[in-house]
C-alpha cells in the first residue's frame, strides 16, 4: 500500500486521516486492490479470536477485537463500514483506537499511539458511529455490527471517549 504501519499510526488523528494524505477512499481502493490480487493472506483472515460489538450509547458501537498479530500488522485502514446508497469516501471507519493489554484490562499506549512493543498477541478497541449497516469490513474478514450488550465494566474502566 506504499505506507508502512508506523508511518500509519503516527499518521492517524481520530480515525480520518492518514500519513500519507489518502482520503478514506483512496486507502479503501487500495485494499480493495490488495484483496483482488490476493495479497491477503490466510493467516491474516484467521487472526481474530476475539470479537465483540458493544453499545457505547445512542450514537456509538465500541468494537472490541483480539487479534494474533502485533500492532504493526493491523491495517486500520482496510477497517469500514461499507453503506449502500452512501459513497466510500463517506463510510464509517474505527473513531479513538486504543491497544490493551491480552486480558483487556488496561491500555498499553495511550490514545493515538502505537505500543512500544511490537508483540502478538493485539487487543485493539475503537469506536464506531451507528449507522444503518450490517456489517464490519476488516483484512481478516466481515464480522456482523450487532451489539452483544453493554459495555463490560473492565472496558468502562479504561476506554477513553470524546466526541
Known sequence: MGMCPEDYCAGRRG?????????????????????????????E???????????YNEEWYLIEMLLD?????????????????????NWQCPYLEQYLDPAGTGKV???FD???RQEKPSRVV????????PLLHTQWGDFPLRCEGEVPERLKKVVEFEC
Request: contains cysteine; negative net charge.
Open 114 to 116: 502505537c505500543p512500544p
Open 69 to 89: 498479530c502485533s500492532p504493526g500488522e493491523i491495517r486500520w485502514d482496510a477497517i469500514y463500514v461499507p453503506q449502500e446508497g452512501v459513497s466510500r469516501e
Open 126 to 133: 475503537f469506536f464506531l458511529y451507528k449507522v444503518p449497516a
Open 109 to 111: 499506549c495511550e490514545t
Open 15 to 43: 480515525g480520518y486521516s492518514c500519513a500519507e494524505g489518502k482520503t478514506l477512499g483512496q486507502r479503501q481502493s487500495s485494499v480493495a486492490e490488495a484483496e483482488r490480487k490476493g495479497m491477503l493472506g490466510v493467516e
Open 45 to 55: 483472515k484467521t487472526a481474530v479470536s476475539w470479537y465483540g460489538c458493544y453499545d
